[in-house]
């Protein structure tokens, strides 16, 4: 039986190496900690189904690797996201540091609408910690993104994160300030019906909900 979504948002996990992306993903996959993980070659991906504000979401999701050495190649996939959920290590100073250069790359390659969620994973690590939450949480407000540190290995706040930055999306859908039929908007929808009853709508110059999919059944 194929799967039944209302939509699909292309989603990226960016970071610098080290910082746990890959455990997060799994985390949130697999719903326990991955103890062999590796550094990630290049990209890998995962799909998962959530309901988020009485809608079904796939997310697809791409894992880039974080080393240097594979920044042309993971830049690629960047075309298109809706969405991204930003890694650093509360326990590594260096990878808060190099959150402006991610935080650019996504804004300037992904789609002009991207949600970001800032995540300082590691939380379970709190005696070697080197970021504070409060200058994290400066951060975020500066760049006007959403925050939550996170435990790839508890599994605290892995699925909020997601979870977050998927409403973050519905919302704007609602609300008009995405359009999931515009190019590299990283959204699609999850059955003909939708679409094409937000295509009749418009050509009767009429602004449908989300809620008017029950009437084209």
């Not at 009485?54 to 920044?71: H, N, V």
């Amino acid at each position: 039986m194929s799967e039944r979504y209302d939509f699909l948002f292309k989603f990226l996990v960016i970071g610098s190496a080290g910082v746990g992306k890959s455990c997060v993903l799994h985390q949130l996959l697999n719903n326990k900690f991955n103890d062999d993980s590796t550094h990630t070659i290049g990209v890998e991906f995962g799909s998962r189904i959530c309901n988020v504000g009485g809608k079904s979401i796939k997310l697809q999701i791409w894992d880039t690797a974080g080393q240097e050495r594979f920044r042309s190649v993971t830049r690629s996939y960047y075309r298109g996201a809706a969405g991204a959920i930003l890694c650093y290590d509360i326990t590594r100073r260096d990878t808060f540091n190099s959150l402006t250069d991610w935080l650019t790359d996504a804004k300037t390659l992904a789609s002009p609408n991207i949600v970001i969620v800032l995540c300082g994973n590691k939380k379970d690590l709190e005696a070697e910690r080197e970021v504070t939450f409060l200058e994290a949480s400066r951060f975020a407000q500066e760049n006007e993104i959403l925050f939550l540190e996170t435990s790839a290995v508890t599994g605290e706040n892995v699925e909020d994160s997601f979870n977050k930055c998927a409403k973050s999306i519905l919302t704007r859908i609602e609300a008009g300030e995405i359009d999931p039929e515009r190019m590299g908007s990283g959204i699609q929808y999850g059955d003909s019906a939708l679409r094409q009853l937000r295509s009749t709508n418009r050509q009767r110059n009429v602004t449908p909900t989300i809620e008017d999919k029950c009437k084209c059944a």
